[in-house]
């Protein structure tokens, strides 16, 4: 007799699965629709469908679904606005992956949750490893943090993926915001002594699937889904001015200059001048250094992630084709 919680299986012998997604509106949420939807029956969650705030609001929606896996894609994000509004980045970063993960380790569930580079100070030389010192500079990374640990204290089977400098074709995020303002001005002024790997929302979500869907494989063949924390970013290293420069110049090269909206027309900016951190203060502090190693999950799911430069390239041919 099979056990009550084996994964049903689909015509072709795959598992089929159960699948919650939350932050579905999200840059990575929104993309995660498209890409688990062959692994089996969907049911995609925001803000305004569940209070993210309210523990019983959260729990009741896992436990009423129930799921085979959650991926939580949902999580508070204003970096800066999170240190004057830390207890509500606290309920949304810590309060709600907390009561999935208990709904998980009840029925014998995986979530799949996303954190952070903010979760290490950057003073690292190199790229960071999953077994590093942590010590978050702002109460946005602290509050992933605390995240982490509590959906690794709940026992539940869990896959943690850290990522750095998500950006997409639609939402608030960097990429659109150079975009914008290389429309409005002649010369970008961009912070250079801040390094990381620029990842594509979409190419998160399309290894989020390789991952559910290798986890449920090994959940068929031994009983019992994989566990842990791993890096998840684009390959390379640039700067904030780098990332700028680059998407001037690949929107250059694949944009119409006589085109409308968004991704055409021409930029009035040329070139990306250099400054430095303490030139842009901001509320929070960043790390000068968010490169993450991609060993571990390379090694356990046998994933390369494309390097920064072609992830950006893909993401804007993307856009320019809409």
Same mark, same amino acid.
């Given at each position: 007799?099979?056990?009550?919680?084996?994964?049903?299986?689909?015509?072709? /012998?795959?598992?089929?699965?159960? #699948?919650?997604? &939350?932050?579905? $509106?999200?840059?990575? !949420?929104?993309?995660?629709? @498209? =890409?688990?939807?062959?692994?089996?029956?969907?049911?995609?969650?925001?803000?305004?469908?569940?209070?993210?705030?309210?523990?019983?609001?959260?729990?009741?929606?896992?436990?009423?679904?129930?799921?085979?896996?959650?991926?939580?894609?949902?999580?508070?994000?204003?970096?800066?606005?999170?240190?004057?509004?830390?207890?509500?980045?606290?309920?949304?970063?810590?309060?709600?992956?907390?009561?999935?993960?208990?709904?998980?380790?009840?029925?014998?569930?995986?979530?799949?949750?996303?954190?952070?580079?903010?979760?290490?100070?950057?003073?690292?030389?190199?790229?960071?490893?999953?077994?590093?010192?942590?010590?978050?500079?702002?109460?946005?990374?602290?509050?992933?943090?605390?995240?982490?640990?509590?959906?690794?204290?709940? /026992?539940?089977?869990?896959?943690? #993926?850290?990522? &750095?400098?998500? $950006?997409?074709?639609? !939402?608030?995020?960097?990429? @659109? =915001?150079?975009?914008?303002?290389?429309?409005?001005?002649?010369?970008?002024?961009?912070?250079?002594?801040?390094?990381?790997?620029?990842?594509?929302?979409?190419?998160?979500?399309?290894?989020?699937?390789?991952?559910?869907?290798?986890?449920?494989?090994?959940?068929?063949?031994?009983?019992?889904?994989?566990?842990?924390?791993?890096?998840?970013?684009?390959?390379?290293?640039?700067?904030?001015?780098?990332?700028?420069?680059?998407?001037?110049?690949?929107?250059?090269?694949?944009?119409?200059?006589?085109?409308?909206?968004?991704?055409?027309?021409?930029?009035?900016?040329?070139?990306?001048?250099?400054?430095?951190?303490?030139?842009?203060?901001?509320?929070?502090?960043?790390?000068?250094?968010?490169?993450?190693?991609?060993?571990?999950?390379?090694?356990?799911?046998?994933?390369?992630?494309?390097?920064?430069?072609?992830?950006?390239?893909?993401?804007?041919?993307?856009?320019?084709?809409?």
């Amino acid at each position: 007799m099979s056990s009550p919680n084996a994964p049903k299986m689909g015509a072709s /012998g795959a598992p089929s699965l159960r #699948l919650l997604i &939350t932050g579905c $509106y999200g840059q990575v !949420g929104w993309h995660l629709q @498209r =890409t688990l939807a062959p692994l089996g029956e969907v049911m995609a969650i925001d803000i305004d469908t569940v209070d993210l705030t309210d523990a019983t609001s959260v729990s009741e929606t896992v436990r009423n679904f129930v799921p085979d896996v959650v991926v939580n894609a949902a999580a508070y994000t204003a970096v800066d606005k999170a240190e004057s509004e830390s207890e509500l980045a606290r309920a949304i970063n810590v309060g709600a992956p907390a009561q999935i993960a208990k709904e998980c380790a009840a029925t014998g569930a995986l979530i799949v949750h996303y954190s952070t580079d903010y979760v290490y100070d950057g003073s690292k030389p190199g790229p960071y490893v999953e077994t590093d010192a942590i010590g978050p500079l702002s109460a946005y990374g602290e509050t992933k943090l605390a995240g982490d640990r509590a959906i690794m204290g709940c /026992g539940c089977a869990h896959i943690i #993926l850290r990522t &750095t400098w998500v $950006y997409d074709i639609r !939402g608030k995020n960097f990429l @659109r =915001t150079i975009l914008r303002l290389a429309k409005e001005k002649e010369e970008l002024r961009i912070v250079g002594d801040q390094f990381g790997a620029p990842t594509w929302a979409r190419m998160l979500a399309e290894t989020t699937a390789i991952v559910v869907a290798k986890s449920a494989e090994r959940r068929k063949t031994s009983g019992a889904w994989p566990s842990g924390l791993f890096h998840l970013t684009a390959g390379g290293r640039t700067s904030w001015a780098g990332f700028a420069q680059a998407i001037l110049e690949e929107y250059e090269t694949l944009a119409s200059p006589d085109g409308a909206g968004e991704y055409g027309g021409p930029l009035k900016a040329r070139r990306v001048v250099e400054i430095g951190t303490h030139e842009y203060p901001t509320p929070a502090r960043r790390p000068v250094n968010s490169v993450l190693s991609n060993a571990a999950i390379q090694r356990e799911f046998g994933i390369t992630m494309p390097d920064w430069r072609t992830q950006l390239r893909l993401a804007l041919q993307d856009a320019v084709r809409r």
